[in-house]
């Protein structure tokens, strides 16, 4: 039959009425609410990233959003670097990841998100103390702490080298349960220099770093606030010559004498090194050490044990590191980028998350740090249960500089000068010198 | 009238002529070889415009803001620097990074060059590949394979100490021997294309001159000063100027071997204006610091490449 028989008028005017009644249906496709692009953390962990991206797609499916997830590594600074692109071109990812100062460096690009998190501290209480440092700004905040990524660098020894060397038992000290808390009182930053002085008579020293990358920097900052060691104060005054930063350093002077003659170059993967190695009774790290450690070193790894820093005269800090994500404010679709931040912090997608990490990302809010996964993780069973800091540890999250402004302390954590005044007292510098050098410094971190 | 007619009939006549002279005008134009070479090139200029003239003159912009970017503070991010100790260590180690290296490099990819060219033609390719080998691998990845070779707790270098009774050094770990590390991981990179652009001038000099050189009674040395160096110099001047300026720009080498440390002793300009200005968040004076030498290095620049005209055409006329 030909064609032109089967187009009547009457078909042709019930084509056009159903194509012009079209729009009026509302079709709910994968990309019906819009687009999101969210430029996530690469974790080190593959799984963690697969289970991220499966709770992103169930969100999407659930939304009708179509999400575009990237995961960026933080190698070589990469993540820093697309972020600082980013914020100059006005254009990418709707929301991305920050690493601990990034978020506050880019503040005023970010979108203001106090309404996501009032919902969130509502339901889970208020977020750590260094989350809050970092993700705020003029009582607002920019960014939202998350757990991926997020991480403690608490001691993480050996349990046999310990107790041979220096007569201490650390699983006892820092048991895997609920507890008052009364044996770790002894765990201090002079318990901790007498420990690494045998450890490194047997030829054992800590790894402890005096460079200047993050976790040298970090631990180096919790030995300062365990002193009250303020360099620079929150009104921008530098307090370099006060005594609490003196005894600070007459303390480190007696401890740099017992660290590796190389702590001054370490970087990041130096101490992990030389944990997994065997060279080395104590660390401060995240988990990532002893997991590798279980890989490739099974024996080291079934010797190690995590537990919290050791306390100084004005209290016991654990050094911390928070992630956050930020929605651009030149992001199209901020309503939907708002709703999957909310949906990824709910407790249980968190758990979830961590149970796939074993345990290494730590939740912004304290009340989320009973997760099941952290009693579980083996060998040893319980080995980073202290990794969370938990009540009777009597202990804060903190991140070095943070007397300071955030903008003066970035400068402070990035130069490292925490760990380079040690670092020249490794060298044979007198504390005064050192003092004068830090204080030149300073100067230029508060113009 | 007769004679105005006369003249509008000249100038309706010449109208066509002027159409044609103006159209083979373009063409004449179009044909030129300065034109053709310009459309040829216009694709990279313009590709040089925006990858490289307005990074710069952004980067310019940048560094005469504060650190919010909101206010325009002149030459106020230079002063700053320059009254600061650390920047003060800074400007002293790139400047002996840079020099350093590139005299050394410019030695030993002399010396290179000459022992290469007295080897046989069939031998030489063979012996031109391998020294290439170091230019060739991607500097990252060579660096990352000095590094494990300097590593403080597992150096390869260590290793070798101790197997003749010698104690371990820390190599990145003490200022100097940091210092000293990341000259040599840059001349041993560098080299090689010291090396083949010497190699290539020495191919150019004209047996003759060494034939005539030796019958005046010249020794090996005295070719080498009067003929040889005289004939390289171009190429001496600019491979140490291109040289010079990639050394002072340098990033890989310092930044995965040290990261500027041990005590910012090994910081150089680029490691330096990363650390403050991506960093640390203060954009404008890592800018600042990242643009220092360019005043320095465009007037060396300028004086370098005006001798290698004035020689040029000296040697043409």
């Known amino acids: ?447 | 009238m007769s004679n105005a007619s006369g003249l509008a009939g000249a100038a309706i006549a010449q109208a066509p002529a002027r159409v044609r002279s103006g159209g083979s005008g373009m063409r004449r134009f179009m044909r030129q070889r300065s034109t053709i070479a310009l459309l040829m090139c216009l694709p990279l200029i313009l590709m040089i415009a925006l990858l490289i003239v307005y990074p710069a003159i952004y980067a310019i912009y940048l560094s005469l803001m504060n650190k919010k970017m909101t206010r325009f503070v002149g030459l106020g991010n230079f002063t700053f620097l320059l009254r600061r100790d650390t920047f003060q260590l800074v400007l002293f180690q790139s400047c002996l990074f840079a020099i350093t290296a590139v005299v050394l490099k410019a030695v030993i990819g002399f010396i290179l060059a000459h022992l290469m060219h007295n080897i046989p033609s069939r031998n030489q390719r063979i012996w031109r590949g391998l020294l290439l080998v170091p230019w060739v691998i991607p500097l990252a990845m060579s660096t990352l394979t000095w590094w494990w070779m300097f590593d403080p707790t597992y150096s390869a270098f260590n290793w070798v100490l101790n197997q003749f009774g010698f104690k371990s050094i820390p190599w990145l770990g003490v200022g100097w021997t940091a210092r000293f590390c990341t000259i040599a991981v840059n001349v041993w990179y560098g080299t090689p294309f010291f090396m083949i652009m010497y190699l290539a001038a020495l191919k150019s000099v004209p047996e003759q001159l060494y034939e005539a050189a030796a019958i005046d009674g010249a020794n090996a040395v005295q070719k080498l000063f009067l003929v040889t160096l005289p004939m390289m110099r171009n190429i001496i001047s600019i491979t140490v100027l291109f040289s010079l300026i990639v050394t002072f720009a340098d990033f890989d080498i310092v930044r995965i071997l040290t990261a500027g440390g041990p005590q910012d002793l090994t910081h150089v300009f680029a490691t330096y204006a990363f650390q403050v200005g991506i960093q640390s968040g203060d954009i404008p004076l890592g800018a600042s610091v990242s643009l220092f030498m360019l005043p320095i290095l465009a007037v060396a620049a300028y004086f370098v490449l005006r001798g290698v005209n004035r020689r040029s055409r000296e040697m043409a006329a």
């Open chain 1, 1 to 447: 039959m030909p064609m032109s028989r089967l187009t009547t008028r009457r078909s042709a005017m019930k084509l056009g009425a159903a194509a012009a009644a079209l729009p009026l249906v509302h079709i709910r496709s994968a990309g019906a609410a819009g687009k999101l692009s969210f430029g996530f953390w690469d974790h080190w962990v593959p799984e963690g990233n697969a289970v991220m991206k499966k709770q992103v797609d169930a969100w999407a499916d659930k939304n009708k959003v179509e999400v575009q997830t990237d995961f960026i590594t933080s190698v070589g600074n990469k993540l820093l670097l697309t972020a600082s692109a980013e914020a100059q071109a006005g254009a990418g990812h709707d929301i991305m990841a920050f690493v601990e100062w990034d978020a506050h460096n880019n503040a005023d690009k970010l979108l203001p998100v106090d309404d996501l998190m009032k919902r969130l501290t509502d339901k889970y209480g208020e977020p750590d103390k260094v989350s809050q440092y970092l993700g705020r700004a003029k009582d607002h905040w920019f960014a939202v702490p998350t757990s991926s990524g997020s991480q403690n660098k608490p001691p993480c020894a050996r349990i046999s080298m310990m107790k041979n060397y220096c007569g201490m038992d650390v699983q006892a000290m820092y048991p895997a349960s609920e507890n008052s808390g009364e044996a770790a009182a002894a765990w201090t930053w002079d318990a901790l220099a007498t420990a690494a002085e045998k450890c490194q008579k047997a030829g054992y020293p800590f790894a402890m770093g005096l460079g200047q990358t993050t976790d040298s920097v970090d631990a180096i900052g919790a030995l300062f606030a365990a002193f009250g060691a303020d360099l620079i104060d929150g009104e921008g005054k530098i307090q370099v010559h006060s005594d609490n930063v003196r005894q600070v350093l007459e303390y480190s002077q007696k401890l740099v004498k017992f660290l590796p003659d190389d702590a001054v170059s370490y970087d990041d993967a130096s101490n992990n090194r030389a944990l997994i190695a065997g060279k080395s009774a104590l660390i401060f790290n995240p988990p990532s050490a002893w997991a590798v450690a279980v890989r490739d070193a099974p024996d080291v790894a079934k010797d190690c044990w995590t537990f919290s820093a050791p306390a100084g005269p004005k209290g016991r800090f654990v050094p911390h590191q928070t992630y956050f994500w930020g929605i651009w404010k030149f992001s199209q679709n901020q309503s939907a980028a708002k709703d999957l931040i909310e949906y990824l912090l709910q407790r249980e997608q968190v758990e979830a998350r961590d149970n796939v990490v074993q345990g290494y990302d730590l939740p912004p809010f304290p009340s989320m740090n009973d997760f099941k996964i952290w009693e579980t993780v083996e060998p040893p069973k319980g080995t980073v249960y202290n990794y969370p800091i938990r009540s009777w540890h009597k202990a804060e999250p903190s991140v070095s500089g943070s007397s300071a402004s955030p903008d003066v302390a970035v400068q402070m954590y990035n130069r490292g000068t925490m760990p380079t005044m040690l670092a020249k007292l490794k060298s044979g510098q007198s504390i005064k010198d050192v003092i004068a050098w830090a204080s030149d410094e300073l100067e230029g971190f508060t113009r």
